[in-house]
C-alpha cells in the first residue's frame, strides 16, 4: 500500500507538471525562454569564436571575449561588453550594450582605427554584426513586448521536444514579417528559428547546434545562423563559459571601451 501511495503521488506530480507546461501560453513560454538563454546566471563570460562561411565554403574568423551581467530579474537590465582578438582589421575593438525592459536598447562601438566609439542608431539594431549573419539585435536579444506571440503547434527536433512559436512584430519597417521559434519544453531553449519575408517566404535560419551544461544552466555553446538567399553562414561557438564570476559594474563604461582591464579579457 505504501509503495502504491508513493507512486500514485509520483504519477500526479508528473501530470501536474506536464498540465503547468501545457497550460502556459506563448508569451509566458517566450519568457522562459529568453530567461533560459539571454539571462542564465548572476553574470557570464565567454570566450567565443565566430566562423563567417561564405557560399563557396571560403571561413574568415572572429574571436572575441563576452562579458554579460544582469540587474534584476530575467527580462530586466542587462548589460554586455565585448572585446575582439582577431583578425587584424577589428583587433581591440570593442562593443557594447545597455539593454532596457521596454525600450531599445544603447548600443556603442568603439573602432581603433580611428580612435574613436561610434553610438549605434536604434535603427541599426538589424544591421549586421561585424559582418556576420547575426544582427546586432541577435546578440543581445530582442525585446519581447515587440512581438505578439501565438503557439502554433508541437514538433520534436532530434531529441527535443518543442512548442513551436510565431512571433508577430508590432513595428511594419521591421524586414521580416514573423519568426518561428522552437522552444525546447524542458530548457526552454530556442532550438531552432525560422525568419519569414515581407512575402512570407524563409530567408533566415537560426540553430542550436550544441548545448551544454555550465554551473548547472544549460547553455547553447555552439549555434549559427544561416541566409538562404546569399547562402552566407556564420557559426558562433563557445571555447570557454562560465557563470558567476563576479563582473564589476565599472567595466561597462566608455574609459573601458577604449582601454578595457587585462584581467577580464584574457
Avoid at 561588453?81 to 525592459?101: I, L
Avoid at 508590432?170 to 521580416?176: D, I, N, P, S, T
Avoid at 554551473?215 to 561557438?237: A, D, Q, W, Y
Avoid at 559594474?249 to 579579457?265: A, H, V
Wanted: proline content about 4%; some cysteine.
Amino acid at each position: 500500500m505504501k509503495k502504491f501511495l508513493i507512486l500514485t503521488a509520483v504519477l500526479f506530480a508528473a501530470m501536474m507538471v506536464s498540465s503547468n507546461v501545457h497550460a502556459m501560453n506563448a508569451e509566458e513560454i517566450m519568457k522562459k525562454s529568453q530567461a533560459s538563454f539571454l539571462y542564465p546566471g548572476a553574470d557570464l563570460k565567454a570566450r567565443v569564436m565566430m566562423k563567417l562561411i561564405s557560399k563557396g565554403g571560403q571561413e574568415r574568423v572572429r574571436e572575441m571575449m563576452m562579458l554579460r551581467k544582469n540587474y534584476g530579474q530575467p527580462g530586466g537590465e542587462q548589460k554586455y561588453f565585448m572585446y575582439f582578438f582577431q583578425p587584424a582589421d577589428v583587433r581591440n575593438m570593442t562593443f557594447m550594450v545597455y539593454k532596457y525592459p521596454g525600450k531599445d536598447a544603447d548600443r556603442w562601438l568603439f573602432v581603433p582605427a580611428i580612435n574613436m566609439v561610434r553610438r549605434i542608431a536604434a535603427q541599426d539594431k538589424r544591421s549586421s554584426f561585424v559582418g556576420s549573419d547575426f544582427t546586432y539585435e541577435d546578440i543581445s536579444g530582442r525585446n519581447l513586448d515587440d512581438d505578439t506571440h501565438a503557439v502554433v503547434k508541437e514538433e520534436k527536433i532530434g531529441d527535443h521536444d518543442c512548442t513551436v512559436i510565431k512571433s508577430t512584430p508590432k513595428a511594419a519597417e521591421m524586414e521580416y514579417s514573423y519568426k518561428l521559434s522552437w522552444i525546447d519544453k524542458t530548457t526552454f531553449l530556442p532550438i531552432k528559428e525560422e525568419y519569414y519575408d515581407k512575402k512570407s517566404e524563409l530567408y533566415r535560419v537560426f540553430s542550436a547546434d550544441e548545448i551544454k551544461d555550465v554551473k548547472g544552466h544549460p547553455t547553447i555553446t555552439k549555434r549559427s545562423m544561416k541566409n538562404l538567399l546569399s547562402g552566407h553562414m556564420t557559426e558562433v561557438s563557445f571555447l570557454k563559459a562560465d557563470y558567476n564570476v563576479g563582473i564589476e559594474d565599472s567595466l561597462f563604461t566608455e574609459r573601458y571601451l577604449k582601454q578595457p582591464p587585462k584581467r577580464w579579457i584574457e
